[in-house]
């Protein structure tokens, strides 16, 4: 098993490609923006001869989306996430926008729905979806118990937590799904967050104030 991690956008914000023994792959929250960044990623799954089996999301926002038209096309795989998403992707042109990048971003859509209690599973590994609403209405976490890790999204970062000022944001849920739905994973549980380096549970319960 191995975890690729790639940073993209002006946003930095991370993209993980987890592959299994069989070179069976997964992409988690496509962020690849720019041309050079969705060659980047198709290129290492080309160039490695992986096989790409699912495209999901842990939310919906913009710098967590950006690849989603690409890799669909590219790849034939449809991106799945949480409906309750959903309706940021209408707006993706009008909010990339803002930042000057309307022109490098492409109206893109999902192919499914995940929910609490969905299951994952990629060869030998298997992702438990859990709902984290607070960054999002839609946020979602994937759970590899017996690997020892979680995909995370913005819900939590090393030191700090995701921003709750955004539409459809709570701050009293993102802190009750901090403390119920990570902080309660095993303490040595290694996070990958949307942005910055991986920690772990521990490290995080001892050193995030928000925890």
């Keep these: 098993m191995q975890i690729k991690q790639f940073t993209f956008n002006p946003f930095q914000e991370n993209t993980y490609l987890l592959i299994n023994d069989q070179k069976e792959c997964i992409i988690i929250d496509p962020g690849c923006l720019f041309v050079e960044e969705k060659e980047k990623l198709a290129?290492?799954?080309?160039?490695?001869?992986?096989?790409?089996k699912r495209l999901i999301v842990t939310h919906l926002h913009l710098d967590h989306s950006f690849g989603i038209?690409?890799?669909?096309?590219?790849?034939?795989?449809?991106a799945e996430a949480s409906?309750?998403?959903?309706?940021?992707?209408?707006?993706i042109k009008?909010?990339?926008s803002?930042?000057?990048?309307?022109?490098?971003?492409?109206?893109?859509?999902?192919?499914?729905?995940?929910?609490?209690?969905d299951i994952i599973q990629l060869g030998e590994i298997v992702l438990h979806v859990r709902e984290v609403p607070g960054h999002s209405p839609g946020g979602l976490?994937?759970?590899?118990?017996?690997?020892?890790f979680a995909f995370v999204g913005d819900t939590i970062f090393q030191g700090s937590i995701g921003r709750t000022d955004l539409a459809g944001g709570s701050y009293s849920e993102l802190i009750k799904n901090i403390h119920e739905k990570i902080m309660s994973l095993p303490p040595e549980t290694v996070i990958y967050a949307g942005h910055g380096p991986r920690t772990t549970v521990d490290k995080e319960l001892e050193s995030n104030p928000y925890c």
């Design 43 to 52: 290129n290492y799954i080309t160039n490695n001869g992986l096989t790409l």
């Design 69 to 78: 038209h690409y890799i669909s096309e590219k790849f034939g795989v449809k």
């Design 83 to 91: 409906q309750k998403d959903e309706f940021l992707l209408a707006d």
């Design 94 to 96: 009008k909010q990339a």
């Design 98 to 117: 803002l930042f000057g990048l309307c022109d490098d971003v492409e109206d893109c859509e999902l192919g499914g729905y995940l929910k609490e209690g």
């Design 141 to 148: 976490l994937y759970y590899a118990p017996k690997n020892g």
